[in-house]
């Protein structure tokens, strides 16, 4: 009996332990490759402290290439979340407003983008364009339309989330009896209401966007994870350690993220904000 | 002239009537309720009033004016719902300063006002506090400060009380009827709850499948219910067999007596309800197996009650 209360109390212990090993190994592992500068066959134990660095990163980091590669992609991030929370803040509160009945349907084409595959829609759509606008295809904003359908499912769920934890009819018309348009209602009340909702969507779209790989490579635009992809080739430890780099950016963003919607969710009564995983 | 006015309201949804000619007329700084069971058309009325909902014909008229073709937010109404609805992202005074803000009125200007108006609901303190910080019941005053803060001409109340407990709901009910009096606001509140109705009221309204069964005070909708539903829904009533009719009777116009032959009805007490300031007893009826309610009226005869006790009934001589 008494075994198998230590067993019980042991193993889920245990089983933390083995799922912290299993992320965090590679993690390290890889943190060794990029920021030490010993040859891969002499990484043991023996040489755990010795002859750390970062200028294989540094050097990524200097290099144009990169930095060019940064810019279009958090560029082509910018106009995806303009272009996303455009199309999908008016569709949303539509559909909780006015059509109930049609969020079935909208449900359904947000989830489109894991049904259909990337090269689908770019052998498609491409098509499509290279026969009306070539010079459209040309632009590095080609991507947006292709990266906004990406990341549709991530923004209407954020956003459907939010919606759903306000009374949205009443505080409508609790601020159009109090004398306000309905473009008022929407920056005084709704927006701010929203403001966890998009947040989380715009981040869930910007990291859609620096990991995107399949699209940017079939239109041949030198975004980030093209760069990353090149990079490993010509300087493989330079490209993990910026991996790592991004990783680490990356988590304290969503860290930020996680500390406004705790805040929010005592402000607002929101409650469970959650939009799934993220790619 | 009426400070607000339905003629010939209609409103359909799909195939139900939720509105059929609805017309009362309301006199400047009344309080009247619109009562009835779920579904009878009372929150439709106050909707179309509002602007949230769209007549299929008819008009209203606020001072005069048809507004029935006007949106909500240029009506000059103010509306408490049922709902807290108070916006969550801004403060308890920010909330009642929204109307204002909207109107353009400047910052010192909105301030001095929310605080007026927080001091008309005693709740001055709680200006700095967020919607979630505060009771239920403050939440319904803050949102009566928050409608009344644009001196609106008519105050609409979408069953306010419904979601506060007991205690509080009469504590609110009480506020509401002291704003109505002290501003002279004239006041729609629409409520399924009779005794709310009564205790609140200049008028009553009681509605039933989209029409008005009987407008009056609530003490001519009480004792001179027009039709039956009135009777039945406003106040308990038996329905009691007179040779070949019926009559209408409330509880406390009945006297229980010995079963003799003074008694117009017999029957054996089935059931006895102490409810503090009186006791519902039920009684069925030798020869018409009907259960009724009477109140006690003499001590001495409270003494004598027992369950399958025969006792005489008999109407009360005012």
Redesign the interface.
């Known amino acids: 009996m008494a075994t198998m209360k230590f067993i019980g109390k042991i193993w889920p212990r245990l089983y933390i332990a083995i799922a912290i090993v299993f992320f965090v190994a590679p993690l390290l592992s890889m943190a060794r490759f990029a920021f030490q500068r010993i040859p891969v066959i002499s990484l043991g134990r023996e040489n755990l402290f010795k002859r750390w660095t970062i200028d294989g990163l540094l050097t990524t980091l200097r290099d144009p290439e990169f930095s060019h590669s940064l810019s279009v992609s958090l560029k082509v991030a910018f106009f995806t979340v303009i272009v996303l929370l455009f199309l999908m803040v008016p569709t949303t509160l539509w559909v909780h407003l006015s059509a109930p009945r049609w969020r079935g349907v909208v449900e359904t084409v947000t989830i489109l983008p894991y049904v259909v595959p990337p090269i689908a829609l770019v052998v498609g759509v491409s098509g499509t364009y290279r026969s009306i606008a070539p010079w459209f295809l040309a632009s590095n904003y080609s991507l947006v339309p292709f990266y906004a359908i990406l990341a549709m499912p991530f923004t209407f769920r954020s956003l459907d989330v939010g919606i759903k934890a306000?009374?949205l009819r009443?505080?409508v018309?609790?601020?159009?009896?109090?004398?306000?348009?309905s473009s008022?209602v929407m920056w005084?009340?709704l927006l701010?209401?929203l403001?966890t909702s998009l947040i989380n969507a715009a981040f869930l779209t910007i990291t859609v966007v620096l990991g995107e790989f399949t699209i940017a490579s079939l239109l041949l635009k030198r975004t980030l994870p093209m760069y990353m992809a090149q990079a490993q080739g010509r300087e493989p430890q330079g490209a993990l350690g910026l991996g790592l780099f991004i990783l680490v950016l990356t988590t304290i963003l969503f860290t930020l993220v996680s500390i406004i919607r705790k805040k929010d969710s005592k402000?607002?009564?929101?409650k469970n904000i959650n939009v799934g995983m993220v790619p | 002239m009426s400070a607000l006015d339905f003629v010939k309201v209609s409103k359909s949804f799909g195939e139900v009537q939720a509105l059929v000619d609805f017309s009362i007329s309301l006199e400047q700084g009344e309080l009247v309720s619109l009562l009835g069971p779920s579904g009878c058309g009372k929150t439709t009325a106050l909707r179309i009033a509002a602007g949230f909902e769209i007549a299929d014909s008819g008009s209203i008229h606020l001072e005069s004016t048809n507004i029935i073709g006007l949106p909500a937010n240029e009506r000059k109404m103010g509306m408490v719902f049922q709902s807290y609805s108070l916006f969550p992202h801004l403060n308890i005074r920010d909330n009642v300063a929204f109307g204002l803000k909207v109107r353009g009125v400047r910052n010192e200007e909105r301030k001095k006002r929310a605080g007026e108006m927080l001091d008309l609901v005693r709740l001055s303190d709680l200006g700095h506090r967020m919607p979630h910080q505060i009771s239920g019941g403050q939440q319904q005053r803050v949102a009566l400060a928050r409608a009344l803060a644009t001196q609106p001409h008519v105050l609409l109340l979408d069953e306010p009380l419904s979601a506060l407990d007991a205690k509080i709901r009469v504590e609110v009910r009480d506020e509401i009827r002291r704003l109505n009096r002290d501003l002279g606001v004239t006041t729609v509140f629409v409520t399924h709850d009779q005794d709310e109705a009564m205790s609140i009221s200049d008028r009553i309204c009681v509605m039933n499948n989209g029409k008005i069964e009987q407008i009056g005070s609530p003490r001519d909708v009480y004792n001179a219910p027009a039709t039956p539903f009135v009777a039945h829904f406003v106040g308990s009533i038996n329905s009691l067999p007179v040779g070949d009719t019926r009559v209408l009777i409330r509880p406390e116009n009945l006297e229980l007596v010995n079963p003799d032959a003074s008694a117009q009805w017999c029957g054996t007490i089935t059931d006895i309800t102490f409810v503090g300031a009186f006791t519902k007893i039920s009684v069925l009826l030798d020869d018409q197996k009907i259960t009724m309610s009477v109140l006690t009226i003499s001590a001495q005869f409270e003494h004598h009650l027992s369950i399958g006790a025969n006792v005489g009934i008999v109407e009360r001589k005012s």
């Not at chain 1, 018309?173 to 348009?181: I, R, T």
């Not at chain 1, 402000?267 to 929101?270: C, E, L, P």
């Open positions: 306000l009374d009443t505080l018309d609790a601020a159009k009896s109090l004398g306000a348009s008022r005084n009340v701010p209401n403001r402000s607002i009564d929101v």
